[in-house]
């Protein structure tokens, strides 16, 4: 009770410095994020109004705040901001960071190192495709395409296969990125699935053929998203302008193109 008694008190601290200047109250939200005492909750609060007040000449704050906080999700948080802040110069700190115990550490240091396409961080990205965490890996699946690990891509085949679909789906994308075309029929298999179906059609887009017409047409015809149904019109246009697909099945592609027009509105 006297935990929640003073996250609540300190949660109406944190809202009634959002009347203050910035430069006032980020002092004080900096001692409360780097306070490993703390509830988790309230640092992540702090954080996030801290955060927002970030500008060019004192993002090297954020360097010295990751290296004033233990491993954990605060510094996850932290790292990730770092990744999507080019001005910052964190790439060291960045690589230093998967080494950490933390599998949400090595996680956001991987991600942040994919958006900053730090190529120093292939070697972490294969060791990281064999991680026992799943976080991990699907982070490391995820950015082996933006820093085009070609070294990667047997694992990414052999996760492809994955029951798990956020692994499947980085996996798709990042095999796409590689123009990899050995995964087709694993990319029709996950056309069945929502969650893995847009990096599915991506990669059928890029590497399959009108033989898997039947397949791309049902998914537009049992998901109304305008992302799926503009996707798959996509793919299916690539297929038509393609020059290698015969008469009859660019015929048999604008059949099922304007059955997806009628049947989708």
């Not at 290296?67 to 060291?92: C, K, M, Q, Y």
């Not at 490391?140 to 070609?150: D, F, K, P």
Request: proline share 3%; charged share 20%.
């Amino acid at each position: 009770v006297r935990t929640e008694q003073k996250t609540n008190k300190l949660s109406t601290i944190l809202d009634a410095l959002d009347a203050y200047p910035v430069e006032k109250a980020r002092s004080l939200l900096l001692e409360i994020v780097r306070s490993s005492k703390r509830a988790k909750q309230d640092r992540l609060a702090a954080y996030e109004r801290y955060e927002r007040s970030i500008a060019a000449d004192n993002a090297s704050e954020l360097l010295d705040l990751a290296n004033n906080i233990e491993d954990g999700l605060v510094l996850a948080t932290v790292l990730e901001t770092i990744g999507n802040r080019p001005d910052v110069s964190g790439d060291s700190l960045l690589l230093d960071k998967m080494t950490s115990r933390a599998p949400e550490v090595r996680a956001a240091a991987l991600c942040a190192l994919g958006k900053r396409k730090v190529s120093q961080a292939i070697p972490h990205v294969l060791s990281s495709l064999q991680d026992d965490d799943a976080q991990v890996l699907c982070a490391a699946a995820a950015v082996a395409g933006t820093l085009n690990a070609n070294d990667a891509v047997p694992l990414l085949l052999k996760i492809a296969a994955s029951n798990d679909h956020m692994l499947r789906r980085a996996s798709l994308m990042s095999l796409c990125e590689l123009k990899v075309p050995g995964a087709v029929s694993l990319a029709i298999d996950s056309l069945q699935q929502p969650e893995t179906q847009l990096a599915a059609l991506h990669y059928v887009g890029q590497f399959g053929t009108p033989s898997q017409l039947e397949a791309v047409t049902k998914v537009a015809l049992t998901n109304r998203s305008i992302e799926v149904l503009g996707t798959v019109a996509k793919v299916l246009s690539g297929w038509v302008e393609n020059r290698s697909s015969s008469l009859a099945d660019r015929q048999r592609i604008q059949a099922a193109l304007a059955h997806i027009h009628g049947h989708s509105g």
